[in-house]
Structure formats: structure tokens, C-alpha cells
């Protein structure tokens, strides 16, 4: 490839923490990278003494680093309801755990010891519905805090837990447990949705219809109050719970590479694949990277504001936080309802240390205005965290500024459902920061940017983001070697590799820029263009809130540019907004990459965890059926942009 997309992108200086927050960092040792490096993978036994173990592993890393099977810290036994609960009570059982903030402004707190006996009694409750160990409970709800009680209750039988997102249909949702063969469930009656009562019940009591197996047990908690009609082998959870009251659950404990919960990615670039995570890596991962990259403390209120139902709220809302014993804030609203600045109301009045968010959010808050950031006391915040997608330059610096009053380091953490937990983030504490990237692999973490020979490729040269060792929080089919190759992305040309499907580029200090997904690069002649890089210089547009670029046909060079762009709230998408994007294009990237068609939208399509969803832009640009849309969260948009390219001479 041609250009230098680090020189372009990391063209400003890099930015070092504040002292004050090296001076209490979690990890401020420079030379954690190389430590790790000379003890691998025993290193990795610094993850594993975060936790308590019922009997203490053997091996940090069983059967060699060279290819599966592989088994971290085997022969050791634990329970994640324990290590999430239990462990705590003796030290600070009036500390709050899970702090909830409802959709109508209701607020609920459990403390360390509330949550212990709640969790007790679901899980008496659950294992007189039958539920053992190794069975595959369905956990169907909103961010209430029952679904993490539901979640550790299952975790203390040794049951395995099986989320789906809320906002999913009851086929999704038939689909799902299905194919888990899952026979039991916990659902709700209904949640607020922009102001609307959903019937939550009505959806799931249709999904077991569509079931050919029979589910044994649905538990039904009540969120909207009402009367709901409970029917044979139905339960509600609060009568469950005065059943059981003051019941107590010896914790299950379970081999590390037991099965901790079944999970979906987000589906952005095909229909969402199933991953299973095990217990006491995957637990080791999360921990070691809630307090290394997150910087968690137990005296701190943490905030994550991604939905339960996928990878980053299992990891970094419940299991990361709780293991450590810290403040978890479980938000079950939106960010703008009732007022656009919610989110800086709960932080101000939740006096929140650390909050963790995705580009998607930072992108409406930014559309929406520093004004609604600038009316709340921010001055608690120490750290900014974002997941999810490349952060735009534009956008980093709007977070760093706004947001965290530069006085807070923002972690960009590279991740994915596969991987389980963290995998590529500045160490907040060590390292120094550049907006746009991600940053190094962590300690002990083997990620490297290969061309398509698996050779590493030289600084600044775009290649496949792959990860070529083992790590804790890897998925099962990863560790055993069973059933992956089939459904994931997997090269073993030299030796084993996980190839992660993101194109990357890594530049002299080792710092990883996520360039897109490895088929969202577009090729026009030849030439091969990222969609960060083109969509940063666009969203660096003044007026511009998102983009979104795709490779579309092309009469002359058979490919083209075609960027969809979202203005900010009070910018018209005309023509000379369209000029001044083509023009900083052509300035900023080169007139190839100039876009052959600009399509103003108010919203981008996205997957319901917030994602944009390049590959339906593309279908559309293309006069293409449209790829699986399950996980779209707005479908009308699609209706909306086709009715506007087709316009277009
Ligand atoms: P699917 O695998 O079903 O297509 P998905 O990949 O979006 O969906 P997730 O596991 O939720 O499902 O997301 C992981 C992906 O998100 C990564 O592969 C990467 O493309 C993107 N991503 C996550 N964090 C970052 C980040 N900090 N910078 C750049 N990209 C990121
Ligand atoms: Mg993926």
C-alpha cells in the first residue's frame, strides 16, 4: 500500500498522562511490557492472583503456546459468583455494588451484602426450578439489576448464562435458545422504551412457541408493576424470591476452562456468531484489565455505559468491576431522555471516577453540543475509556477536552467478543497517548499487523490485524481448536495465529491504528483506502457529526467512494457542505480517494451495540439485496437512504 496513513493520522505529538494521575495509577511501571515478556506465560499468574481459587491451578498455561489445545490455569477451580460477590462481604458488605439508575429516574442500590443474598436466594430459587450445573439458562432483560443477579446466580450453580440483548425479536430470541438448547429462562414483563411501555413477556412467550424443545422454567420479573398473567411453569421472580428468602447457595466450583456464559458478537459484518467464554481465564482477563487499563479501584464509582447484552457489559459492567469490588453504575436509560444531558447528570450526582463508553455515544454528544457536558460538576472524572469502533482524531480530542477536561487519559481499548476482554490499549499509567490509535498490546498480549503471507508488515504499512499467542479471557472453540475454523477467520500458515478480520497498521513505537474491518477496505484502481482514515477527514468537516464511506461501482475505475455523512443538528446538508467534504478528501487523503457520490443522512445504520453497519450502505450503493439486517437497530433509515441514492443521476 501507498500511503502513510500513521504519518497522516498521528500527526500530532503524543500525549503524556498527567503526573497526578501516574502518581495513582493501578500499573505506572514503564517496563510491565518486558516483565511480562520475560516470564510468559507465567506472567499471566499476576491475572490469577486477583482471584480466590477453591483449589489453586497446577499450570498459569497447560500444553505449550504453540498451538490448541490450550488450557489456562489448569487444574485450578473457582466459582465467579464468589470472586464477584462472596469475597467481598467480609471486607466492605455496606459498599455499594451495583448502583442503578432507571429509565424514570428511579434509582435502586445493592450493596455488597445485598447483592449476596439476593444472589443466594435466585440461585436456591433457580436450582429448585432444576437448574445444575452445566445448564444453559436464557437471561432475557434490560439493564435492571436483576439481570446481573440472574447472571451471578447462575454463575454460583455452575449454570451457564446465555444473554440476549432485550431489544431483540422473540424469533432472535427463539433462535438463540434454540440453538442452545436452553430450557430455562428468565425474562421480564415489560421496560420503558422512549417513554412506551414494551411487552417484553409477549415476545419471549411467543419465542417458546417457536422452540422444538420445551423449555422446563420461566422466571417473569416484574419492571412495569402490573398484573401479569403467569402460565403453567411460569414464575415470578419476587415470589420466587420470598420463597427462598434467606437461602444460601454453597458456590459451585467449576474448572477454569468450564463454561462461564454463550455470547453473540454484534453482527456488523455478517450475521452474529455464538462464542463461549470460559471461568477462570476469562474472569483472570477481565480483572487484570479492569485494573490495569481501567484503573479500578474498590473506593471507585465506575460507569460503563454498554448494554449487558453484549461482550463489554458481561465484561466490563459485571464481571471486571465486580471481581474487583468496586462501584458498578448499571444505567437503564438512554443518553438523551429526558434531557440531553443525562449521562453528565448521573456522573455528576453518582460522583464517578472512571467512565467507559463508545465512539457512537461520543459522536451524538458531540452533535449534540459541549453545552450539555459544560452544565454538570466532571471534575470527579480521573480516566475516560472507549470501545467499539476506531475513534475518529476529531472525536478522541472532543472526549479528552470536554469530557475529561484534559486532565483525564482516555484508554482506547481494542477488543472483541471473541477475545473476551482487553487486548490493545495504552496502559494509562505508562504509557503516552495518540488520539486515533489505539495503542500497544498489552502486557503479555501477542498482536502483530501481518501482510497476507503472515510476515509482519514494516511501520505504517496497513496489514491483518492478528493475534499469534494465546491469552486468558480466549474463547473455548479458540482453546480447544474445536469447531473454529469453520465460522471464524483463521490463518495457521506460521505456526498459530487468530486472525482478528480488522485491517491495522502499527507504527515505530508499536502503537496499533485500527484502519476498519479487512472487507470494508475499499479499493478504487488499485489503490486501497481506509474507511478511518477516509471517514476522519471527513468528520473533521466542520458541520459534519458521522460518516461513513463504502466502496460502490464505478463506471470508469469499477470502484468508488460513496461516503454517507450525518450533519450536525443545525448544519444543512447541501451543496456546499458537499464541496467543502470532497475538497478536505482531496487535500487530506488524494483526489482518487475524492468521493464519487456524498449522501446526506440524519442517521447512519447501526447494530444495536452501536455500531455502523457498513456492509447495508454498501448493498444499497451497489442495487444489492440487503445482507442480514437482525441486528439492526433502525431499519427505517435503510428505506430512507435507498429512496436518496436512487435519486442521484
Ligand atoms: P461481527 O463479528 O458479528 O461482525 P463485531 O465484530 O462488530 O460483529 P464485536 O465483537 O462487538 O462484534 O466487535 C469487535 C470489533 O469492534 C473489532 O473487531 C473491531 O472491528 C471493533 N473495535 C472494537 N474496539 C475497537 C477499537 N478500540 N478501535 C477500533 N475498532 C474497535
Ligand atoms: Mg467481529
Same mark, same amino acid.
Given at each position: 500500500?501507498?500511503?502513510?496513513?500513521?504519518?497522516?493520522?498521528?500527526?500530532?505529538?503524543?500525549?503524556?498522562?498527567?503526573?497526578?494521575?501516574?502518581?495513582?495509577?493501578?500499573?505506572?511501571?514503564?517496563?510491565?511490557?518486558?516483565?511480562?515478556?520475560?516470564?510468559?506465560?507465567?506472567?499471566?499468574?499476576?491475572?490469577?492472583?486477583?482471584?480466590?481459587?477453591?483449589?489453586?491451578?497446577?499450570?498459569?498455561?497447560?500444553?505449550?503456546?504453540?498451538?490448541?489445545?490450550? /488450557?489456562?490455569?489448569?487444574?485450578? @477451580?473457582?466459582?465467579?459468583?464468589? !470472586?464477584?460477590?462472596?469475597?467481598?462481604?467480609?471486607?466492605?458488605?455496606?459498599?455499594?455494588?451495583?448502583?442503578?439508575?432507571?429509565?424514570? %429516574?428511579?434509582?435502586?442500590?445493592?450493596?455488597?451484602?445485598?447483592?449476596?443474598?439476593?444472589?443466594?436466594?435466585?440461585?436456591?430459587?433457580?436450582?429448585? #426450578?432444576?437448574?445444575?450445573?452445566?445448564?444453559?439458562?436464557?437471561?432475557?432483560?434490560?439493564?435492571?439489576?436483576?439481570?446481573?443477579?440472574?447472571?451471578?446466580?447462575?454463575?454460583?450453580?455452575?449454570?451457564?448464562?446465555?444473554?440476549?440483548?432485550?431489544?431483540?425479536?422473540?424469533?432472535?430470541?427463539?433462535?438463540?435458545?434454540?440453538?442452545?438448547?436452553?430450557?430455562?429462562?428468565?425474562?421480564?414483563?415489560?421496560?420503558?422504551?422512549?417513554?412506551?411501555?414494551?411487552?417484553?413477556?409477549?415476545?419471549?412467550?411467543?419465542?417458546?412457541?417457536?422452540?422444538?424443545?420445551?423449555?422446563?422454567?420461566?422466571?417473569?420479573?416484574?419492571?412495569?408493576?402490573?398484573?401479569?398473567?403467569?402460565?403453567?411453569?411460569?414464575?415470578?421472580?419476587?415470589?420466587?424470591?420470598?420463597?427462598?428468602? &434467606?437461602?444460601?447457595?454453597?458456590?459451585?466450583?467449576?474448572?477454569?476452562?468450564?463454561?462461564?456464559?454463550?455470547?453473540?458478537?454484534?453482527?456488523?459484518?455478517?450475521?452474529?456468531?455464538?462464542?463461549?467464554?470460559?471461568?477462570?481465564?476469562?474472569?483472570?482477563?477481565? =480483572?487484570?484489565?479492569?485494573?490495569?487499563?481501567?484503573?479500578?479501584?474498590?473506593?471507585?464509582?465506575?460507569?460503563?455505559? +454498554?448494554?449487558?447484552?453484549?461482550?463489554?457489559?458481561?465484561?466490563?459492567?459485571?464481571?471486571?468491576?465486580?471481581?474487583?469490588?468496586?462501584?458498578?453504575?448499571?444505567?437503564?436509560?438512554?443518553?438523551?431522555?429526558?434531557? @440531553?444531558?443525562?449521562?453528565?447528570?448521573?456522573?455528576?450526582?453518582?460522583?464517578?471516577?472512571?467512565?467507559?463508553? =463508545?465512539?457512537? *455515544?461520543?459522536?451524538?454528544?458531540?452533535?449534540?453540543?459541549?453545552?450539555?457536558?459544560?452544565? !454538570?460538576? #466532571?471534575?470527579?472524572?480521573?480516566?475516560?475509556?472507549?470501545?467499539?469502533?476506531?475513534?475518529?482524531?476529531?472525536?478522541?480530542?472532543?472526549?479528552?477536552?470536554?469530557?475529561? %477536561?484534559?486532565?483525564?487519559?482516555?484508554?482506547?481499548?481494542?477488543?472483541?467478543?471473541?477475545?473476551?476482554?482487553?487486548?490493545?490499549?495504552?496502559?494509562?499509567?505508562?504509557?503516552?497517548?495518540?488520539?486515533?490509535?489505539?495503542?500497544?498490546?498489552?502486557?503479555?498480549?501477542?498482536?502483530?499487523?501481518?501482510?497476507?503471507?503472515?510476515?509482519?508488515?514494516?511501520?505504517?504499512?496497513?496489514?491483518?490485524?492478528?493475534?499469534?499467542?494465546?491469552?486468558?479471557?480466549?474463547?473455548? =472453540?479458540?482453546?480447544? &481448536?474445536?469447531?473454529?475454523?469453520?465460522?471464524?477467520?483463521?490463518?495457521? *500458515?506460521?505456526?498459530?495465529?487468530?486472525?482478528?478480520?480488522?485491517?491495522?497498521?502499527?507504527?515505530?513505537?508499536?502503537?496499533?491504528?485500527?484502519?476498519?474491518?479487512?472487507?470494508?477496505?475499499?479499493?478504487?484502481? &488499485?489503490? @486501497?483506502?481506509?474507511?478511518?482514515?477516509?471517514?476522519?477527514?471527513?468528520?473533521?468537516?466542520? &458541520?459534519? +457529526?458521522?460518516?461513513?464511506?463504502?466502496?460502490?461501482?464505478?463506471?470508469?475505475?469499477? @470502484?468508488?467512494?460513496?461516503?454517507?455523512?450525518?450533519?450536525?443538528?443545525?448544519?444543512?446538508?447541501?451543496?456546499?457542505?458537499? =464541496?467543502?467534504?470532497?475538497?478536505?478528501?482531496?487535500?487530506?487523503?488524494?483526489?482518487?480517494?475524492?468521493?464519487? *457520490?456524498?449522501?446526506?443522512?440524519?442517521?447512519?445504520?447501526?447494530?444495536?451495540?452501536?455500531?455502523?453497519?457498513?456492509?447495508?450502505?454498501?448493498?444499497?450503493?451497489?442495487?444489492?439485496?440487503?445482507?442480514?439486517?437482525?441486528?439492526?437497530?433502525?431499519?427505517?433509515?435503510?428505506?430512507?437512504?435507498?429512496?436518496?441514492?436512487? /435519486?442521484?443521476?
Amino acid at each position: 500500500m501507498d500511503h502513510d496513513v500513521n504519518g497522516r493520522l498521528l500527526d500530532r505529538p503524543a500525549i503524556e498522562p498527567p503526573e497526578s494521575f501516574v502518581a495513582q495509577a493501578n500499573v505506572s511501571d514503564p517496563d510491565v511490557r518486558a516483565a511480562f515478556e520475560r516470564e510468559w506465560p507465567d506472567c499471566w499468574a499476576q491475572a490469577g492472583r486477583l482471584l480466590d481459587w477453591e483449589r489453586p491451578y497446577d499450570e498459569t498455561l497447560a500444553g505449550g503456546a504453540a498451538e490448541p489445545p490450550f /488450557e489456562w490455569f489448569a487444574g485450578g @477451580r473457582l466459582n465467579a459468583s464468589h !470472586n464477584c460477590v462472596d469475597r467481598h462481604v467480609d471486607e466492605r458488605k455496606n459498599q455499594v455494588a451495583v448502583q442503578w439508575e432507571g429509565r424514570l %429516574g428511579e434509582t435502586r442500590t445493592y450493596t455488597y451484602l445485598d447483592l449476596y443474598r439476593e444472589v443466594n436466594e435466585f440461585a436456591a430459587a433457580l436450582r429448585s #426450578l432444576g437448574v445444575a450445573a452445566g445448564d444453559v439458562v436464557t437471561l432475557y432483560m434490560p439493564m435492571i439489576p436483576e439481570l446481573p443477579v440472574a447472571m451471578l446466580a447462575c454463575a454460583r450453580l455452575g449454570a451457564v448464562h446465555n444473554v440476549v440483548f432485550a431489544g431483540f425479536s422473540a424469533e432472535a430470541l427463539a433462535n438463540r435458545m434454540g440453538r442452545a438448547e436452553s430450557r430455562f429462562l428468565v425474562t421480564c414483563d415489560g421496560y420503558y422504551r422512549r417513554g412506551a411501555a414494551t411487552n417484553q413477556k409477549n415476545k419471549a412467550d411467543n419465542a417458546r412457541i417457536g422452540l422444538d424443545h420445551e423449555v422446563e422454567a420461566t422466571v417473569v420479573v416484574s419492571r412495569l408493576g402490573d398484573e401479569t398473567h403467569l402460565g403453567d411453569r411460569q414464575y415470578g421472580y419476587v415470589d420466587l424470591l420470598a420463597a427462598h428468602e &434467606g437461602d444460601r447457595v454453597d458456590p459451585v466450583a467449576r474448572r477454569a476452562a468450564d463454561p462461564l456464559f454463550l455470547i453473540y458478537t454484534s453482527g456488523t459484518t455478517g450475521a452474529p456468531k455464538a462464542v463461549t467464554h470460559t471461568t477462570g481465564g476469562y474472569l483472570a482477563h477481565v =480483572a487484570w484489565t479492569a485494573r490495569a487499563v481501567l484503573d479500578i479501584k474498590p473506593e471507585d464509582t465506575y460507569w460503563c455505559s +454498554a448494554d449487558i447484552g453484549w461482550i463489554t457489559g458481561h465484561s466490563y459492567v459485571v464481571y471486571g468491576p465486580l471481581a474487583l469490588g468496586t462501584t458498578t453504575v448499571l444505567y437503564e436509560g438512554t443518553a438523551d431522555h429526558p434531557e @440531553r444531558d443525562r449521562v453528565w447528570q448521573i456522573i455528576e450526582r453518582n460522583a464517578v471516577d472512571v467512565f467507559y463508553t =463508545a465512539p457512537t *455515544a461520543i459522536r451524538a454528544f458531540m452533535k449534540w453540543g459541549s453545552e450539555y457536558p459544560a452544565r !454538570n460538576d #466532571l471534575s470527579s472524572l480521573r480516566l475516560l475509556g472507549t470501545v467499539g469502533e476506531p475513534i475518529n482524531p476529531r472525536v478522541w480530542e472532543w472526549y479528552y477536552t470536554h469530557i475529561g %477536561g484534559e486532565r483525564c487519559p482516555v484508554v482506547d481499548t481494542w477488543w472483541q467478543t471473541e477475545t473476551g476482554a482487553i487486548m490493545v490499549s495504552t496502559l494509562p499509567g505508562a504509557d503516552a497517548m495518540k488520539p486515533g490509535s489505539a495503542g500497544m498490546a498489552l502486557p503479555g498480549i501477542g498482536a502483530r499487523v501481518v501482510d497476507g503471507d503472515g510476515r509482519p508488515t514494516p511501520p505504517g504499512e496497513p496489514g491483518y490485524l492478528v493475534l499469534d499467542r494465546p491469552w486468558p479471557g480466549m474463547p473455548t =472453540a479458540l482453546a480447544t &481448536g474445536e469447531g473454529w475454523a469453520d465460522s471464524h477467520p483463521w490463518r495457521s *500458515a506460521d505456526g498459530w495465529q487468530y486472525v482478528a478480520g480488522d485491517e491495522a497498521t502499527v507504527d515505530e513505537d508499536g502503537y496499533v491504528t485500527v484502519l476498519g474491518r479487512v472487507d470494508d477496505v475499499i479499493n478504487v484502481a &488499485g489503490r @486501497r483506502f481506509s474507511t478511518m482514515e477516509l471517514e476522519s477527514s471527513i468528520v473533521e468537516v466542520a &458541520g459534519v +457529526a458521522e460518516a461513513a464511506v463504502i466502496g460502490g461501482d464505478d463506471r470508469s475505475t469499477g @470502484r468508488a467512494v460513496y461516503a454517507y455523512v450525518s450533519p450536525e443538528r443545525d448544519c444543512p446538508g447541501d451543496d456546499d457542505l458537499r =464541496a467543502r467534504i470532497e475538497a478536505r478528501v482531496r487535500e487530506a487523503i488524494g483526489p482518487m480517494a475524492t468521493p464519487e *457520490a456524498v449522501v446526506f443522512t440524519p442517521e447512519l445504520p447501526k447494530t444495536r451495540s452501536g455500531k455502523i453497519m457498513r456492509r447495508l450502505l454498501e448493498d444499497i450503493a451497489n442495487d444489492e439485496p440487503l445482507g442480514d439486517t437482525s441486528a439492526l437497530r433502525n431499519p427505517e433509515i435503510l428505506g430512507e437512504i435507498e429512496s436518496v441514492v436512487r /435519486e442521484e443521476p
